[in-house]
């Protein structure tokens, strides 16, 4: 399990690389897909809340360091999703084309849900958008056309280490 973690904790740093300074220079983007977001979904899909709860943790620490938004906001929308996520470990198929593209627009719109949400607390802090914005769409439409891709390449790294214990998870 700490193999995988740390396996997560690098695939969660290049995403994180890639999408600042590469993705984020594209000036025709209207948004950047959000790979660590997917990232974290498989794996929560694939080995449960522990493993999960954690991962989001780290990965939003890690967007909270390369970001302006407030620290820990990231942490807590990922934890979250992450801790919701891993209830279904098991419950669905992460292989082929449909499950990936339902996994991605279901994480999509929490992830916003649960931004507006806590935007309601600290309204001058926290910058959210709408639901029925462009911004929110086009993040939308990026993260279900990119999250076949990016399953299929997470699935890559569940064969080189064999099945874990999760007795204890």
């Known amino acids: 399990m ?32 959000d790979f660590i977001l997917l990232t974290l979904l498989y794996i929560s899909f694939t080995h449960g809340r522990t493993i999960g709860v954690t991962s989001g943790f780290f990965s939003g620490l890690i967007i909270d360091f390369l970001s302006g938004c407030p620290f820990g906001l990231n942490s807590l929308l990922r934890t979250i999703i992450g801790y919701v996520s891993g209830f279904f470990y098991k419950t669905f198929n992460t292989r082929g084309f449909i499950p990936p593209v339902i996994i991605a627009f279901t994480g999509t719109v929490a992830k916003c849900f649960l931004q507006t949400f806590i935007s309601f607390f600290y309204p001058n802090i926290i910058n959210n958008y709408s639901i029925f914005s462009f911004l929110f769409l086009s993040e939308l439409i ?4 990119f999250a076949p891709l990016v399953f299929k390449f997470l699935s890559v790294f569940d064969s080189i280490y064999p099945e874990m214990d999760r007795s204890v998870l």
């Not at 700490?2 to 999408?19: C, D, H, N, P």
């Not at 990026?142 to 056309?145: G, L, S």
């Open 2 to 33: 700490i193999k995988y973690f740390f396996v997560a904790s690098s695939i969660f740093m290049g995403f994180a690389l890639f999408e600042t300074a590469i993705l984020s220079n594209i000036l025709f983007l209207p948004a950047i897909p």
């Open 142 to 145: 990026m993260n279900v056309v």
